[in-house]
T-cell receptor, first 112, second 117 residues
Framework: RKEVEQDPGPFNVPEGATVAFNCTYS??????FFWYRQDCRKEPKLLMS???SGNEDGRFTAQLNRASQYISLLIRDSKLSDSATYLC?????????????FGRGTQLTVWP | DAGVIQSPRHEVTEMGQEVTLRCKPI?????LFWYRQTMMRGLELLIY????????DSGMPEDRFSAKMPNASFSTLKIQPSEPRDSAVYFC???????????????FGPGTRLTVT
C-alpha cells in the first residue's frame, strides 16, 4: 500500500473556478505535510507546507485532518497558470534526513 | 545561485548499453535524492545520500542500478545494462539540514529524460 494516495484527475475547470484536491495518507505516524507543484515536463517544486491549523497563501488554502488522515488543497479564482500536476507529500515521524513520500499527483487543467 | 544541475538532459540509448546520469547538488546541501518518474508508477525514490553516505537504497530496482556520491558536489546513477523498461525521467534533488533537524524542502534538478530502445 502506498504511503500517499491521490485522485489522479484530471480536473478540468474554467478560469475563475474554485477547485479542491484531497489526498489520504496511510501512516498515522506521518509528521509533516506539503503540496508540491509540477508543470508539464518540468521538475516538482514546493508549493506550500500544510499546518495542523490550516494555512493560506493567496488563492491557495491547505488543510490537514489528522483524525481522518487526509490533506486538502483548495484553489480559488483559478488562473490558466495554475494548470499543473499537484503532488501531495508527507514525511514520517522518526524519518531522518529529509525523506519525502510523494503521491502520484492530481492533474489540473484550467481553461479560458 | 545555481540550482541542482543534471546531465545529460536527454539520453537515447540501445538496450544493453551502459547509461550514466550525473547530478550536482546545490552547494551546502547535505542530502541528495535520486528519483525515477513514469506515468505508470509516478515519482519513485531510488536512493538517497546524507553527507555522501548512502542511507537507503531499497528503491533501487535491481542490481543493474548503482549510485555513488564520491564528494559533496557530485553524484552518479548508473544503469548497466539498460533495458527498455528503464525509460523514464530521472530526477536528482537536494536538501539541507540544520542543527534542529532535516529540511524537508527538496530542490529538484530539471531531470534526465532517458529512452532505451
Amino acid at each position: 500500500r502506498k504511503e500517499v494516495e491521490q485522485d489522479p484527475g484530471p480536473f478540468n475547470v474554467p478560469e475563475g473556478a474554485t477547485v479542491a484536491f484531497n489526498c489520504t495518507y496511510s501512516n498515522s505516524a506521518s509528521q509533516s505535510f506539503f503540496w508540491y507543484r509540477q508543470d508539464c515536463r518540468k521538475e516538482p517544486k514546493l508549493l506550500m507546507s500544510v499546518y495542523s491549523s490550516g494555512n493560506e497563501d493567496g488563492r491557495f488554502t491547505a488543510q490537514l485532518n489528522r483524525a481522518s488522515q487526509y490533506i486538502s488543497l483548495l484553489i480559488r479564482d483559478s488562473k490558466l497558470s495554475d494548470s499543473a500536476t499537484y503532488l501531495c507529500v508527507v514525511t514520517l515521524w522518526g524519518s531522518t534526513l529529509g525523506r519525502l513520500y510523494f503521491g502520484r499527483g492530481t492533474q489540473l487543467t484550467v481553461w479560458p | 545561485d545555481a540550482g541542482v544541475i543534471q546531465s545529460p538532459r536527454h539520453e537515447v540509448t540501445e538496450m544493453g548499453q551502459e547509461v550514466t546520469l550525473r547530478c550536482k547538488p546545490i552547494s551546502g546541501h547535505n542530502s541528495l535524492f535520486w528519483y525515477r518518474q513514469t506515468m505508470m508508477r509516478g515519482l519513485e525514490l531510488l536512493i538517497y545520500f546524507n553527507n555522501n553516505v548512502p542511507i537507503d537504497d531499497s528503491g533501487m530496482p535491481e542490481d543493474r542500478f548503482s549510485a555513488k556520491m564520491p564528494n559533496a558536489s557530485f553524484s552518479t546513477l548508473k544503469i548497466q545494462p539498460s533495458e527498455p523498461r528503464d525509460s523514464a525521467v530521472y530526477f536528482c534533488a537536494s536538501s539541507s539540514g540544520t542543527s534542529g533537524g532535516p529540511s524537508y524542502e527538496q530542490y529538484f534538478g530539471p531531470g534526465t529524460r532517458l529512452t532505451v530502445t
